[in-house]
């Protein structure tokens, strides 16, 4: 069962332009949602990270919006430049603890093209 | 201060076969989490160990095993390796619990099970 829908796939976006990756989750129960990048050859790495209690977190050209409602979340890349094209990953987890560490959603391709 | 380390890089094993993958954590992280990587499933959770103990562990069969030694090393085991087993392992240490607290990767080990 996949707790964490990511969309689109991969995505081709113009250098300057706003690079947008959705995420959807289904337990309630997630209270932490971060995001990571994750160049060929390398871990993943922390991009950016929110909690529920707030809509919206912006740390430079990377932002992200929260929905809880809707329980999704998005990552907004502002400016978007070449060194951007990397795989990311949203993912979530309860902060009180459960069996499955961070849950992740399958990864965006994204191409910044020059 | 230097990062997650894990040893070797790549791996080939036969079928059949038992592997030993190596975790340094970041010095001063107690928390290490195992996960694994494949283009089908993405990043699924293995388990973590927090000083010396295993706190969850994610659904995979008994013959992944792991331990954490009392200087936050550690190392992940399995054993009667299957062609399915071949992923990109990626070890993960933070300084707290993995559920809100940032997870620093290393590059993981790239096991190819022939």
């Known amino acids: 069962q996949q707790q964490v829908k990511q969309s689109p796939q991969s995505l081709i976006v113009q250098k300057g332009g706003i690079s947008i990756i959705n995420c959807a989750y289904e337990?309630?129960?997630?209270?932490?949602f971060p995001w990571y990048q994750q160049f060929p050859g390398k871990g993943p790495a922390l991009l950016i990270a929110?909690?529920?209690?707030?809509s919206e977190k912006k740390e430079g050209r990377f932002t992200i919006s929260f929905n809880k409602s809707a329980k999704q979340f998005s990552l907004h890349i502002m400016d978007s430049q070449p060194g951007d094209s990397a795989t990311y990953f949203c993912?979530?987890?309860?902060?009180?603890?459960?069996?499955?560490?961070?849950?992740f959603g399958k990864g965006t391709h994204l191409i910044i093209q020059p | 201060k230097a990062g997650v380390t894990q040893t070797p890089r790549y791996l080939i094993k036969t079928r059949g076969q038992q592997v030993t993958l190596s975790c340094s954590p970041i010095?001063?992280?107690?928390?290490v989490s195992w996960y694994q990587q494949t283009p089908g499933q993405g990043l699924q959770f293995l388990f973590e160990?927090?000083?010396?103990?295993?706190?969850n562990k994610g659904n995979f069969p008994g013959r992944f095993s792991g331990r954490q030694f009392s200087n936050s090393r550690s190392e992940m085991n399995v054993s009667t390796l299957e062609l399915g087993d071949s992923a990109l392992y990626l070890c993960?240490?933070?300084?707290?619990?993995?559920?809100?607290?940032?997870?620093?990767f290393g590059n993981g080990t790239r096991l190819t099970v022939t």
């Open positions: 993912a979530a987890s309860e902060t009180g603890g459960g069996a499955d560490g961070l849950t």
């Open positions: 160990y927090f000083s010396e103990t295993q706190r």
């Open positions: 929110i909690r529920p209690d707030v």
């Open positions: 337990n309630t129960a997630f209270d932490y």
């Open positions: 010095s001063g992280h107690r928390s």
């Open positions: 993960a240490s933070s300084f707290r619990s993995s559920y809100n607290s940032p997870l620093h």
